[in-house]
């Protein structure tokens, strides 16, 4: 039942990318992550007030920095800058980075069914994103490779905050601090370096703009971040992590419904194998595990 739960804050996250491109496509990608990170926070702290302890700041504004000003930012200029399919089927590609990482920094050597998934995925990856058969801005793919290492290094410091400060303080207050330094990154962007890219904000907010920033804002973060951090405490990251393959299929059905994206068979298929191979490592294990507790 858990895992079926793991997938509704997944498949919130993969419509970021065709809900941006269809309503706020010119808009600042720095001023949509502070759109959507401050009010969710505030919202929280609301619903729930609370307070870090002075020694728990320095770490908060790390993490705030990695986990939601840089992540947000890679985010919405992925939204910006990519197909919103192809944006949503490359953020597979995370189990990739994160052994690279493991293995770099921590000296963990990857299993060996981990290491061909993710030579796997490379190589489709690399079909996938064939600029002969798709147009992709580079500055897109910057921040896909960006936000892929955000959320492993992020992961981590989440890890270790919540180890020694209670998990709805950290929630709440790294969407506060991280969204507040998106906003002041935004104000001084719009003042001094890049005035001109805010003007379509002189126009005025459509109806369909604010609804999709009710969405970004309300379900999209507050409601999926309260449910992955409370889902992590009662569920494995395994387990969790399966249930992450709704995040590429919301990004596929959205950019079709939304934006009319199609692609070829092959695509399509290539796109499908992705999200295999990224969740096959997890699948079987957990279904070894599921075994061994039946015979036990």
């Known amino acids: 039942m858990n895992i079926f739960l793991a997938m509704i804050p997944a498949f919130l996250w993969g419509t970021t990318y065709a809900v941006t491109k269809y309503a706020t496509p010119d808009w600042p990608p720095i001023l949509l992550g502070a759109l959507r990170a401050l009010p969710a926070g505030l919202l929280l702290f609301v619903l729930k007030p609370s307070w870090p302890k002075a020694k728990q700041w320095r770490g908060l504004v790390l993490l705030a920095v990695v986990n939601i000003a840089l992540f947000f930012s890679f985010i919405f200029i992925m939204a910006v800058n990519l197909p919103a399919a192809i944006a949503g089927v490359g953020m597979v590609s995370v189990p990739v980075v994160a052994l690279i990482y493991a293995w770099v920094f921590k000296k963990q050597r990857?299993?060996?069914?981990?290491?061909?998934?993710?030579?796997?995925?490379?190589?489709?990856?690399?079909?996938?994103?064939?600029?002969?058969?798709?147009?992709?801005?580079?500055?897109?793919?910057?921040?896909?490779?960006?936000?892929?290492?955000?959320?492993?290094?992020?992961?981590?410091?989440?890890?270790?905050?919540?180890?020694h400060t209670h998990w709805w303080t950290v929630l709440t207050w790294q969407l506060i601090i991280g969204g507040s330094l998106l906003a002041l990154v935004a104000m001084t962007q719009a003042i001094y370096f890049d005035p001109q890219q805010y003007q379509v904000l002189a126009n005025g907010v459509s109806s369909i703009q604010w609804l999709a920033l009710f969405w970004l804002i309300v379900p999209n973060t507050a409601l999926a971040y309260i449910l992955y951090v409370w889902l992590l405490g009662r569920m494995t990251v395994v387990e969790f992590t399966f249930g992450t393959i709704a995040n590429p299929i919301a990004g596929i059905i959205c950019a079709v419904v939304l934006l009319s994206e199609h692609y070829q068979v092959w695509q399509y298929t290539i796109m499908v194998l992705m999200i295999f191979f990224s969740v096959l490592p997890q699948l079987l294990k957990l279904t070894r595990r599921q075994r061994s507790a039946k015979i036990v």
């Open 110 to 163: 990857p299993a060996f069914l981990q290491s061909v998934c993710a030579l796997i995925l490379v190589i489709l990856a690399w079909r996938l994103f064939d600029p002969q058969h798709v147009t992709i801005n580079a500055l897109g793919v910057f921040a896909l490779i960006g936000a892929l290492l955000t959320i492993v290094v992020g992961s981590t410091l989440v890890q270790k905050m919540s180890t």
